[in-house]
């Protein structure tokens, strides 16, 4: 078995664990990444698509948003649509703020190559990641590599290894309370190679279910429908697609449907983040439904709090950030949990299982079109809370 030694053994390759590992490079702190997946296999993986303004700043900050900057669209605004009523929603105007859309996959792509660029490990395709000795000051990780067994020791573990990861199922089942709702739909999400139909996002409410039109760029559309929770693509060839959403939303511009895929809808929180020396961060500890767009941009949150926690740890020995690393995090991911769960609601429809819940939720839309008062209060979350709040 081959030892390596590190100060922070990083546990997934997403947007928590590559902004993590940048973030206490640049101070000077030493990691190691483990990715379970291929490089090319993250760098395509299609997910996330919209960053808050605080997310932009975090990248640029860091210096991870050259290329963000030069090819997200910046948006000042975006629209709601409830029976064939549009109306914008000024975010810009209402907050001062506005949103980015830039692939998820884009920003992975350039923090891998920072990464890379920095000449320290990242390990592709490591298989078989086990923790050990969580609640001791000298955790350790094993995994494999290449046919051969590792072990990697550290003094602090950070599981950025996503929902089905094994970071949270290491921490004893008493210490952990979960919180979840699964909800009775899910999205069916297509790129094509289609020109947006509107330059700002239309977020749909239908009696058919809701329908959400994005981009990924000026030629490319990604559009999400509502659909069963257990749907097989297959029954949704592309004529029905975009029946539904022509329907939905009031005709998009069709074009080559270059991918297809189903996501179930959940909201979730593990707590504490934290048990011993183990640190969890992003969807490891905590899931929203994509509607209000949050995943990604609490990812980038929580690594907001957990590196200056680890970098007081690693300078002077001082533990009281990383002691308050938890209940730091769980204050916003509570909050950003209750928009995400809102959005979901007011724009989801029952499919005439809860005819009541369908009314006042049309009603809550309705009203959030009306007051500008409600529109302040969307697009204060929308665009992303101070991160002090
Ligand atoms: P990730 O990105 O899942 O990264 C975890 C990494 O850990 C690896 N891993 C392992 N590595 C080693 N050993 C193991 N045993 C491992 N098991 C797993 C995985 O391969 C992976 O590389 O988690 P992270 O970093 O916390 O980032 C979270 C975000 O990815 C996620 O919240 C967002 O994608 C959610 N999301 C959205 N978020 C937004 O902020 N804005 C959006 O517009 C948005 N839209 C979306 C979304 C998620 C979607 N899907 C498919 C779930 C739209 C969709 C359709
Ligand atoms: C996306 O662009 O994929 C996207 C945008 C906004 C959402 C969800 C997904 O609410």
Redesign the pocket.
């Known amino acids: 078995m081959a030892h390596i030694r590190t100060q922070v053994g990083i546990?997934?390759?997403?947007?928590?664990?590559?902004l993590l590992a940048h973030l206490l490079h640049k101070a000077g702190v030493d990691s190691v990444v483990?990715?379970?997946?291929a490089r090319p296999y993250?760098e395509a993986r299609?997910?996330?698509?919209?960053?808050e303004q605080g997310?932009v700043d975090t990248l640029h900050d860091a210096g991870l948003a050259d290329r963000l900057h030069r090819e997200g669209l910046a948006h000042d605004g975006m629209q709601l649509r409830l029976a064939g009523r549009d109306c914008r929603i000024d975010l810009h105007g209402l907050t001062g703020k506005r949103v980015t859309i830039y692939g998820?996959q884009e920003s992975v792509k350039d923090m891998v190559a920072a990464r890379l660029a920095t000449g320290r490990p990242l390990f592709f395709e490591?298989?078989e990641?086990a923790l050990h000795d969580i609640a001791t000051t000298a955790p350790r990780i094993t995994?494999t590599h290449e046919g051969a067994a590792h072990e990697l020791r550290c003094d602090v573990i950070a599981g950025?290894?996503?929902?089905?990861?094994?970071s949270r199922a290491a921490m004893p089942a008493e210490v952990l309370r979960v919180y979840e709702r699964v909800y009775p739909f899910a999205?069916l999400?297509i790129l094509a190679d289609a020109k947006p139909v509107s330059h700002e996002l239309i977020y749909a409410r239908h009696p058919d279910g809701f329908a959400l039109a994005?981009m990924r760029s000026e030629t490319v559309s990604r559009l999400?429908l509502q659909c069963a929770p257990d749907e097989d693509p297959a029954n949704w060839p592309d004529e029905r697609i975009w029946e539904g959403l022509h329907a939905r939303l009031g005709g998009v511009n069709e074009g080559r449907i270059t991918q297809k895929?189903v996501?179930p809808m959940r909201s979730f929180v593990a707590e504490p983040m934290r048990h011993g020396r183990l640190f969890l961060?992003?969807?490891?500890a905590h899931?929203?439904p994509?509607t209000g767009?949050?995943?990604?941009?609490?990812?980038v949150a929580d690594i907001r709090v957990l590196a200056p926690a680890l970098l007081a740890f690693f300078a002077r020995g001082d533990e009281r950030l990383m002691d308050a690393y938890s209940a730091t995090a769980l204050r916003r991911i509570w909050k950003v949990q209750r928009f995400s769960w809102w959005m979901t609601a007011m724009l989801h429809n029952s499919n005439g299982n809860d005819p009541f819940e369908d009314r006042v939720q049309a009603a809550e839309l309705a009203h959030v079109m009306d007051s500008e008062a409600a529109q302040r209060f969307l697009a204060e979350q929308y665009v992303g809370l101070p991160y002090d709040a």
């Open positions: 546990i997934g390759a997403g947007p928590a664990g590559l483990l990715e379970r997946q993250i299609i997910r996330a698509g919209l960053l997310s998820q490591a298989s990641v995994f950025c290894d996503g929902f089905h990861g094994p999205w999400g994005t999400y895929g996501t961060a992003g969807d490891a899931i929203v994509p767009a949050k995943g990604m941009n609490l990812a």
